[in-house]
């Protein structure tokens, strides 16, 4: 229950409210001195008490029964039906010469405030049919941020932000299987393809260890697996380094990738 931000009393304040004043015996004025409200409230509480119960010991709507301005059902279908045309409120508010605050308001009531995809078809999506049927690799560069914090935190004319060398950016990359969208994400130093074939970390064999080893190793425990079975499994996959690190787990490519 939510109750009035000005209430002097709670439920249970009113509740002993009402057990002074009609079973202890007490006097209505006793009995609000008390409570801390005026006779006219302690006796507001009593009436609703006598006549509902315990239900008339909880706080009323203030909204009235009826209201001869609102707006009627039959206009906020018309709103709804231009809002599907991807009108924005104040197109609505001036095709229907209406207030853009009142339209406004019955976008939000209908759950239609925010426009989002709304009158548009749906979105494309798509589930492999098994994992590692089709893995997505994509790289996104982002700029470093220096000890301390960058112009954001200290202002573009900062000195001690023009004073720091360049820090340089990073790049994620990621694997998405598009079957389970588990993702496997390293920052690298650089986002050439040259990256992903040298190591991060000395291998066995004087071989770096590749970003495209290092995420099917760590799809292996998911069961997501690019087996020769699986028709296209690397069909899509067009960087040189993953088709060698394929390779190399005694995958081969499929004629649509030769």
């Avoid at 249970?12 to 609000?32: F, N, P």
């Avoid at 426009?115 to 749906?122: A, I």
């Avoid at 049927?133 to 023009?162: C, F, M, Q, S, T």
């Avoid at 969208?181 to 190591?199: C, F, I, K, N, S």
Wanted: glycine share 12%; net charge positive.
């Amino acid at each position: 229950m939510k109750l009035h931000a000005n209430a002097r009393l709670s439920v249970k304040g009113r509740e002993l409210l009402i057990d002074r004043i009609l079973t202890r015996g007490w006097s209505l004025t006793q009995a609000a001195e008390a409570a801390g409200v005026s006779d006219r409230t302690a006796l507001k509480w009593v009436a609703r008490f006598r006549s509902e119960g315990e239900q008339g010991l909880f706080d009323r709507s203030s909204a009235p029964n009826g209201s001869p301005t609102r707006t009627s059902d039959e206009r906020v279908q018309v709103i709804a039906a231009l809002r599907r045309l991807r009108m924005t409120g104040a197109e609505i508010a001036e095709c229907l010469d209406m207030a853009l605050t009142t339209v406004s308001g019955i976008l939000t009531r209908i759950g239609m405030g925010k426009l989002g995809r709304l009158g548009l078809e749906p979105a494309v999506r798509y589930e492999r049919g098994v994992p590692g049927e089709l893995i997505h690799v994509d790289v996104k560069k982002l700029g470093r941020i220096p000890p301390g914090g960058g112009w954001r935190a200290h202002g573009r004319g900062n000195v001690v932000h023009h004073d720091r060398t360049n820090v340089g950016y990073a790049f994620v990359h990621s694997a998405v299987d598009g079957y389970s969208r588990v993702a496997y994400t390293e920052v690298l130093d650089d986002e050439r393809g040259a990256v992903l074939m040298q190591a991060c970390g000395a291998d066995g064999g004087g071989h770096g260890t590749r970003f495209s080893r290092r995420s099917i190793v760590y799809y292996w425990p998911h069961d997501i697996e690019a087996s020769p079975d699986i028709a296209g499994a690397v069909a899509y996959i067009v960087t040189r380094p993953w088709r060698m690190s394929v390779n190399e787990i005694l995958i081969r490519p499929t004629e649509q990738d030769s």
